[in-house]
């Protein structure tokens, strides 16, 4: 690789090894039209390094040609998308999808994703998306996974996995670029694009730990974050991209901003363009997305000696080191096979395991009286703005979806239980009642379909079915666009007039199911008081309503557990399970204790806990055992626990083992998740779960930042949620 990048950079131009910092947007690119676009003459000058949102194989074909045949040295191109949770087969949204805690089914969605975006001539994805949050006042929580940097971190190495496969010279596999590189999650009052501030201890231990994990797992790339880290924008830190990402992780891939965040730094007050795209180069920015701030700027800074050539030289390097390793040098029309996309693309096979993954990322959060599983006869009113909705099942950053061909929840109930249900379906409300803000998200080809009747009119409605049926499901929460980007909520609670219709569905005494689709936790206490059955379905994706009908019929056990707390009401926020102590913890059992750190209107607790979620079987947990009380130095600690399923269904249970470091050189979380096994249980059976323990699940960044762990006593927890745990305590000496 050296000598072949080596070879090329030799014979390069000044402008030519600045071109390949460039990452304009496809822009005006049409199939036919791609020869005399102004991309097309940029990219016959050299002055393109890559391009995204351009699809299909003939497409990028064309315009591949262009590089490869009409510039001077014929660099080939690199091709990326926005491939967040599959691409035209839709798998739920990240946040759903962290919910089944089984990483081999998000590894093969990430592969699946993969096969098909390459299929169409992508080789590079922006994603993983891995930033840690605990706002959900934040949108773009639904496209990550979660508040926890331990699960988080192994649903990134997942991720990368499945896109980058076992080689990326094959042309099924495509480059991650994990993402926003760093601490997007957690912008202040959860409002997007805001500023990030706090501890360094808090970074390396709550939130660096998934972009490390995609790091060491190989990503290819990193993806700058719009917000700034100690005061100065990622973009153009250089603490952050080159003493932490290189010097201290060995990252040695490439490193290219989000849109436009260089001209961004200059909102930020950072300078003029020619400074901010200096200080971008030098804080370790190899490429440049859609701003053109280093094709218009370097050269006149390295005229001007506020860059150097070994800076140019290193990000040029690194992008072409990324076209190496992608066999774009061998084979430049590697991903366009015009032939694949006919046979790989949106297949039977891969709607099935879509399907299958939905079912396994929905929660079940209550079901009193049993009310599900729901019997295959009789007659269901299935009431909602959310029930016979196609295009919003995919939710937020479906780009390369085919909104139509999903499957709503309507269709669904229809195609599983065919003509042993009849169906009775009514609008009952409007996703908001404010006609403006429903415009802003009933955007990018996921209409909402308003229905402008009287509110009570549109009640009235849903109660005469509801009083024809035996059951009423009902389809309530957000569209698919009131979450992911700019997309902040300050209100976090069910829509007043979905309330309302709920209500009155309730008044009607006939059992009810809600479905609840969301793309962040929602503070739905209201609902936990007074409906019987909540089963949260986040945006499944293509197949949504399919799986959703598999959970509701019983076809599939829901096994899906929370990987983002749900809060009592949004004051509470952020609350998050992996907190610390403080020094006025209020007492076990205690809700308010004056002078104790509480609230005086609300309890400390959570609505649902982090990791917390049912299934229509029980789990009983037998003893906890530990192989020792006491140990010492590298030993291995044995943690097993027998689990039973007590009740009459197969089903499968997440058991997580929590840990917590009793005494630190810093404070420590009062509980912080270090494993966890989905096992599979027949109706009686008994499994006994066990878990190895040593000082490197242990370990912490402590106030040096040295990674190390210390010797002390450390209390053990195992549960099917972070609350409902049994403990036990070891002491372990170094
Ligand atoms: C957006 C997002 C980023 C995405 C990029 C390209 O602004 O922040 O996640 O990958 O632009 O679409």
Known sequence: ????????????????????????????????????????????????GGLFNIKTAEKILEVQKIAVEQSRLKIPLIFGMDVIHGYQTVFPIPLGLSCSWDMPLIEQSARIAAIEASADGICWTFSPMVDISRDPRWGRMAEGSGEDPYLGSEIAKAMVKGYQGDSLTKNNTIMACVKHFALYGAVEAGRDYNTTDMSRIRMYNEYFPPYKAAVDAGAGSVMTSFNEVDGIPASGNKWLMTDVLRKQWGFKGFVVTDFTAINEMTAHGMGDLQTVSALALKAGVDMDMVGEGFVK??????????????????????????????????????????????????????????????AQSFVLLKNEK?????????????????????????????????????????????????????????????????????????IFGKPTYRDNRPADVMIREAVNAARKADVVVAALGEAAEMSGESSSMSHIELPENQRELLKALLKTGKPVVMVLFNGRPMAIKWEQEHVPTILDAWFGGTEAGNAIADVLFGDVNPSGKLTATFPQNMGQVPIFYNHKNTGRPLPKGKWFTKFRSNYLDVSNAPLYPFGFGL????????????????????????????????????????????????????????????????????????????????????????????????????????????????????????
């Open 370 to 442: 049993q009310v599900l599983p729901l019997p295959k006869k009789g007659t269901i009113a299935l009431i909602g703005p959310l029930a016979a909705n196609r295009e919003n099942m995919d939710g937020t950053w479906s780009v390369a979806g085919d909104f139509k061909k999903s499957v709503s929840l309507l269709d669904g109930i229809r195609n599983v239980a065919g003509d042993k249900v009849k169906v009775i379906y009514a609008k009952g409300a409007n996703v908001v009642a404010d006609s403006a803000l429903e415009a802003r998200v009933s």
């Open 1 to 48: 690789m050296d000598r072949k990048i080596d070879g090329l950079m030799k014979q390069m131009t000044l402008e030519e090894k600045i071109g390949q910092l460039n990452l304009p947007g496809a822009g005006d690119i049409t199939t036919g039209e791609a020869t005399n676009s102004d991309i097309a003459s940029k990219i016959k000058a050299g002055e393109v």
């Open 297 to 358: 700027t370097l050269k006149k800074s390295l005229e001007e000696g506020k860059v150097t050539q070994e800076e140019i030289d290193r990000a040029c390097r690194l992008v072409l080191e990324a076209k190496y390793k992608l066999g774009l040098f061998d084979e430049p029309y590697r991903y366009c096979d015009t032939q694949r996309a006919k046979t790989e693309i949106f297949t039977p096979e891969h709607r099935k395991i879509a399907r299958e993954t939905a």
């Open 615 to 734: 299934s229509y079987t029980t789990f009983d947990y037998g003893k906890l055992k530990l192989s020792s009380a006491s140990l010492t130095g590298n030993e291995t600690l044995t943690v097993s626990v027998p689990v039973t399923n007590s009740g009459n269904r197969e089903g499968k249970e997440v058991v997580q083992l929590y840990i917590r470091d009793m005494v630190g050189s810093v404070t420590r979380p009062v509980k912080e998740l270090k494993g966890f096994q989905k096992i599979d249980l027949k109706a009686g059976e008994t499994k006994t779960v066990t878990f190895h323990i040593t000082p490197d699940d242990l370990k912490f960044y402590n106030y040096d930042l040295n990674y190390d762990w210390e010797p002390g006593d450390f209390e053990i927890m195992v549960g099917g949620n972070s609350r409902d745990v049994q403990t036990s305590t070891v002491n372990w000496k170094k």
